[in-house]
């Protein structure tokens, strides 16, 4: 069965670049899309974007201009790239497989990452 | 932008009862395109209700999903111990904010 795993670092310094990368095990990357799905502390969720296998993306409006989501089709892996992080940006990261109705079936154990200096 | 609401925030029951869970969008939505999921404490969501309607693998019988257009339901017929959690509905990229649904 499909299990996904989030890495990457816990504490990312205000200012600088949140970078996660998901792993995908017993499946593969193509049909589906892949979404970042974050939580800030104590609130409900947040949809960052999504990658199709070809490359095509999508993201939320309010992250756009901050967001870059990339996957790697040899590695079996997609990756999130946030830029000029601030304390807002403190949550559990999830990275999860999605369909093209943007339902998530499979979810990853999600990874904290906190922004401070 | 559709934005989502839930009711009632809480909703606090016994194991064995019915409870009913609302959606709202502020226009009308594709069905195909709402899901609901729970979340526990410290876990991931889990996918229950695709489409509306459609369970998701492994999601029980006691859960089903209606409606349409502004509004959609999640219903559990019997709540078993494990089902007390936080329920969230979605469409397209917008969540709800929950329904927590507690003892």
């Known amino acids: 069965q499909v299990q996904l795993q989030e890495s990457g670092p816990g504490l990312v310094k205000p200012s600088e670049t949140l970078s996660l990368t998901c792993t995908v095990s017993?499946?593969?990357?193509?049909?589906?899309?892949w979404s970042w799905i974050r939580q800030s502390p104590g609130k409900g969720l947040e949809w960052i974007g999504c990658?199709?296998?070809?490359?095509?993306?999508s993201y939320n409006p309010s992250l756009k201009s901050r967001v870059t989501i990339s996957l790697d089709t040899s590695k079996n892996h997609f990756s999130l790239r946030l830029s000029s992080v601030t304390s807002a940006d403190t949550a559990v990261y999830y990275c999860?497989?999605?369909?093209?109705?943007?339902?998530?079936?499979?979810w990853g154990q999600g990874t904290t990452v906190t922004v401070s200096s | 932008e559709i934005v989502l609401t839930q009711s009632p925030g809480t909703l606090s029951l016994s194991p064995g009862e019915r409870a009913t869970l609302s959606c709202g969008a502020s226009?009308?939505?594709?069905?195909?395109?709402l899901a609901w999921y729970h979340q526990k404490p410290g876990q991931a969501p889990r996918l229950l209700i695709y489409?509306?309607?459609t369970r998701a693998t492994g999601t029980p019988e006691r859960f089903s999903g209606s409606g349409s257009g502004t509004d959609f339901t999640l219903t559990i017929s019997r709540l078993e111990p494990e089902d007390f959690a936080v329920y969230y509905c979605?469409?397209?990229?917008?969540f709800g904010p929950g329904t927590k649904v507690e003892i």
């Open positions: 999860a497989r999605t369909y093209n109705s943007r339902a998530m079936d499979v």
């Open positions: 017993g499946g593969s990357l193509v049909s589906y899309y």
């Open positions: 990658i199709y296998f070809s490359g095509t993306t």
């Open positions: 226009q009308s939505v594709s069905s195909s395109y």
């Open positions: 489409g509306a309607y």
């Open positions: 979605q469409h397209d990229e917008t």
